[in-house]
């Protein structure tokens, strides 16, 4: 017999950690060795389509309006049957999504794409998830996409199956800051998270120190965010993203996702501090920085990233929030 489904259409926000994500305990169920925690930007989203369809004899992904493969879609595909086994379905599945990501920045994000995809799918499964399940389910599909069911700042605690997801530190985030993205590099990332991941959690001989690290980042962290303290926030956003990166220098092979305009970036933001300009940097699995500042510093952040890089590398973003659907 042939049962209709409907369809669900949902946004999600990408994220930017201030305290990482660097390291897997369990990478099926992709569970975290620390715990993270990131905020939420306005500036760039997905939206996702699902609808099941008894017609259909395999699952069908379109991205920004082209039909991907078989093996282009791999990881959406194990997704859905992850969605699946939780609904009792076996039904295929016709997925959409666009990415609302400036498609020069450098930044497609798999934590929009799975946050938007968790709640689409589940709901045109006829699955009724609360935020935690959708958080839980999310991070089936990537790591970082948990944080995205969430706006502002929000952590994501390490766990089991049903215990690691995210939750808000600060979801209506009352404090004008803004996250500067400087794309210095456009091209896809040369060595995944993943593999990046694996390889320093298996060889860096500074591993063993990073849960120590985390655990306190984020124990100075969360006051600071909630007393509005840039200053306090920035030193501990940028030396995390730091101590990550030095665990991917200090792994055999020894890789690095910097490059030399990286550095000249890095340098850049620090001379805008000198200067009394208070910005801060952080970057993830590729050579893009994105910087923290007050709102009312924006323009002069984006000025003076925009006469070294470009105006077309700058791009300013805000607190997002969270989760939303949208009628179809
Ligand atoms: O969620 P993944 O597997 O794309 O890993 C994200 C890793 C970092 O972006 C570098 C850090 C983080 O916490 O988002």
């Known amino acids: 017999m042939t049962q209709l489904f409907s369809k669900s259409t949902a946004r999600a926000h990408t994220n930017i950690a201030l305290v990482k994500y660097w390291g897997k305990a369990d990478s099926d169920l992709k569970l975290p060795i620390t715990d993270s925690l990131s905020l939420t930007l306005d500036g760039f989203y997905t939206d996702t389509s699902v609808v099941f369809d008894d017609c259909l004899t395999a699952d069908e992904v379109t991205l920004n309006s082209h039909r991907l493969s078989l093996d282009e879609a791999s990881r959406v595909h194990q997704f859905l049957d992850v969605v699946r086994e939780w609904s009792h379905l076996t039904t295929f599945a016709r997925v959409q999504s666009v990415n609302h990501v400036p498609t020069s920045a450098g930044l497609a994000s798999s934590a929009s794409a799975f946050a938007a995809l968790a709640g689409s799918a589940s709901r045109a499964a ?164 994105k910087i923290l500042c007050e709102s009312e510093n924006e323009t002069t952040v984006v000025a003076a990233l925009a006469s070294e890089f470009g105006a077309d590398h700058v791009l300013a973003t805000r607190p997002g929030k969270g989760l939303t659907y949208l009628s179809d």
Not at 261 to 269: C, D, F, G, S
Request: glycine share 6%; aromatic share 8%; with cysteine.
């Open 126 to 289: 006829g699955l009724n998830l609360s935020r935690k399940d959708l958080s839980r389910l999310a991070r089936r599909g990537s790591g970082s996409a948990s944080r995205s069911i969430y706006g502002g700042f929000v952590q994501w605690q390490k766990g089991n199956d049903e215990t690691s997801y995210a939750f808000p530190v600060e979801e209506d985030v009352t404090w004008p800051i803004s996250m500067v993205a400087l794309i210095v590099d456009a091209n896809q990332k040369k060595v995944s998270s993943t593999l990046g991941m694996q390889t320093s959690v298996a060889s860096s001989p500074f591993y063993a120190q990073w849960p120590t690290i985390v655990a306190k980042d984020l124990e100075e962290i969360k006051p600071a965010i909630l007393n509005h303290d840039l200053t306090h926030v920035g030193q501990i956003m940028e030396a995390n993203a730091m101590r990550m990166h030095a665990l991917t220098l200090s792994a055999a092979p020894s890789f690095t996702y910097f490059n030399g305009e990286t550095i000249r970036a890095m340098n850049l933001v620090q001379s805008l501090r000198q200067t009394g300009v208070e910005c801060y940097f952080t970057l993830d699995a590729g050579p893009n920085l």
